[in-house]
């Protein structure tokens, strides 16, 4: 594997920015203040991969990539630090384009490579594009090479939605010869975080002040084992064929709850498995939503941080029937996408909790993920057909979502197939102890369609009676905190400031 060349790559001091300093919001500020956060932030990055293939024009590529990066605010963001950090807007920020030749095993080394790097927040352009040629491949029996186009993002500044509406604006670009047609885009990062500024928190700090226990949450689906050996974010998968993903989603549609409730369902059972519990008992993990539903004009195609991990927390009662709990998760959900702006942080503020303290004290270790990114572009689509070209997803890779040790994230496939993966810090949770928690998932998702009306959990969770418990070591306790910011009804943006930011 040997670099080819790395065109216009950031160096030296960044320009002065042009416009007043934004506030930090809260999941960034959550980010910032984790370890190493705002200097190499390689615990919160993000890989997504794309294959290339057909004519591939370079040059065009890192010009198009350029132009993006001139239009859309975010990719010019950086950080200043301070004991109020703030995000500032720069003039001129260049796309950093790499070029890269690997067989398999290069390519898995230079992804691990990539993430390990980070970024330099307090540096504009917080996205890197990386081309990969794979020796020895072709376009179906034609004579083009294939190539993988991998983008790795920081989630303090960037989410997978955004990264999905930037490859979007890239191929506009290249196919309009490498300059994205149109201004700067608005609305931006800017008015997002002034819709932030402007909303009451009252509402949902009474919302999640009921609907959070006062009594211990379970939140880890594993017990309690000692640290691995290994380190880095290992990735799990298995697979449920169409016909076996086509038969949890007829359930749960004729229970009137979506296909969501399902897979959460199967978690949390996984969760109150894992603790022992024999009575009723509150279990906790997180689940994803992308933050774009508010009233923003475009804020679905916006690209920022919006995506948020959110605590998910309900009781469980072993003997009541099993629908009861895909209700109560559908009904929390519905609730929650009001507040889906709202930072975990804040939640466990209101809610006298200590997020990443001692066990029992938090709302969530885990999370539940199902996919969700913007439709795209059939034209876009169409148009690189026909000048040759196919662009496919292929794979995802990093962090879980909210920097959890754990997660599970799915996907649906072409095929209706849904790909279920176990994403794990292995230095808490073995990589075969992942395997065994994403078997005992797949098996209570294959069984649930098979339960009758008057099943419980309990039942259910007779299917994995004698499989033995995956293992996960405690996290390293962090001191206790309040979050630093402002008071429980002040504005949603994060820093040290008890009243609105500048």
Not at 422 to 432: A, F, P, T
Request: charged share 25%; hydrophobic share 40%.
């Amino acid at each position: 594997m040997a670099r080819q060349h790395r065109p216009h790559a950031l160096r030296g001091r960044p320009a002065a920015p042009r416009r007043p300093a934004l506030p930090v919001i809260w999941p960034q500020h959550d980010l910032l203040r984790g370890p190493g956060g705002h200097r190499r932030a390689a615990g919160h990055v993000e890989q997504l991969t794309w294959r290339w293939s057909g004519p591939l024009d370079t040059e065009r590529f890192t010009a198009a990539w350029q132009s993006v990066v001139d239009r859309e605010s975010v990719l010019r963001a950086a950080l200043v630090l301070g004991p109020k950090p703030r995000l500032v807007v720069h003039d001129r920020a260049r796309a950093e384009v790499a070029h890269h030749r690997a067989d398999t095993a290069g390519f898995e080394r230079l992804l691990e490579r990539d993430r390990r790097r980070g970024f330099d927040l307090r540096r504009p352009s917080p996205l890197r594009v990386t081309l990969v040629d794979l020796a020895g491949e072709r376009a179906g029996c034609g004579p083009q090479p294939v190539t993988r186009v991998v983008l790795t993002f920081p989630h303090a500044l960037l989410d997978a939605w955004s990264v999905h509406l930037l490859l979007e604006e890239f191929c506009r670009a290249y196919l309009a010869g490498g300059t994205l047609p149109g201004g700067e885009r608005r609305p931006d990062l800017r008015d997002w975080v002034g819709w932030l500024q402007r909303q009451d928190l009252a509402p949902a700090r009474d919302f999640w002040i009921r609907a959070v226990p006062g009594d211990p949450v379970t939140v880890v689906p594993a017990r309690p084992g000692p640290r691995t050996r290994q380190r880095g974010h290992g990735r799990v998968e298995v697979r449920l064929s169409p016909a076996e993903a086509a038969r949890l989603h007829r359930w749960a549609a004729l229970r009137s709850v979506p296909e969501s409730s399902a897979l959460q369902t199967a978690w949390a059972l996984l969760l109150y498995r894992a603790a022992g519990h024999q009575e009723t008992a509150a279990v906790g993990f997180g689940v994803t939503v992308s933050g774009r539903g508010i009233a923003l004009d475009c804020a679905e195609r916006l690209p920022g941080p919006m995506r948020n991990c959110l605590p998910m927390v309900v009781r469980l009662d072993p003997r009541q029937p099993l629908g009861l709990l895909l209700e109560a998760l559908r009904d929390r959900a519905l609730d929650m996408a009001a507040y889906e702006w709202v930072s975990t942080a804040l939640v466990h503020h209101w809610t006298g909790r200590t997020a990443g303290g001692a066990a029992g004290g938090e709302l969530m270790q885990s999370a539940v993920s199902v996919e969700s990114t913007p439709r795209p572009r059939t034209d876009t689509r169409t148009e690189l057909a026909g000048a040759g070209v196919a662009l496919e997803p292929e794979r995802a890779a990093g962090a879980g979502p909210g920097g959890l040790p754990l997660a599970l994230l799915v996907h649906r496939g072409t095929d209706g197939s849904l790909t279920c993966t176990v994403v794990h810090d292995r230095s808490l949770i073995s990589d075969g102890d992942a395997h065994l928690l994403a078997d005992h998932c797949a098996r209570l998702l294959r069984h649930l369609p098979h339960t009758g009306e008057l099943a419980t959990p309990a039942d259910v969770l007779d299917v994995l009676a004698g499989q033995e418990l995956p293992r996960i070591a405690p996290r390293r306790r962090r001191p206790a905190r309040t979050p630093a910011g402002p008071p429980a009804d002040g504005p949603v943006t994060g820093g040290p400031a008890t009243g609105p930011p500048p």
